[in-house]
């Protein structure tokens, strides 16, 4: 009878758990998405930088700072790209060290 209890807890457990599951699931943010973005967010960076230095060059725009300041974001989004990967493959390489 006991046994019976004890089977019957461990299956309410086991729902409960994938319940909980389910809601994370519903709720999480896909990797692969997150790294698309955030790769062509640095990328359109780069360009409004490259077209801003464009206009520039041409005299459509007479504010450097405007110019300076996308230039500088472009910079600063490619510099945290770079680093955010280094620090992916530093802990990559130390997942790979583990020994089990």
Do not use: C, P
Request: hydrophobic fraction near 45%; glycine fraction near 2%; avoid cysteine.
């Amino acid at each position: 009878m006991k046994i019976d209890q004890l089977h019957n807890s461990i299956l309410v457990k086991d729902k409960k758990l994938m319940e909980i599951n389910k809601g994370l699931e519903s709720e999480a943010v896909n990797f692969s998405e997150l790294l698309t973005k955030s790769i062509q967010k640095v990328s359109d960076d780069q360009l409004y930088a490259e077209k801003m230095d464009n206009l520039f060059s041409i005299g459509a725009i007479d504010n450097i700072s405007d110019v300076t300041i996308a230039a500088m974001k472009a910079d600063l989004s490619i510099n945290l790209a770079v680093e955010v990967t280094n620090k992916v493959l530093a802990a990559y390489n130390e997942i790979m060290r583990l020994q089990l």
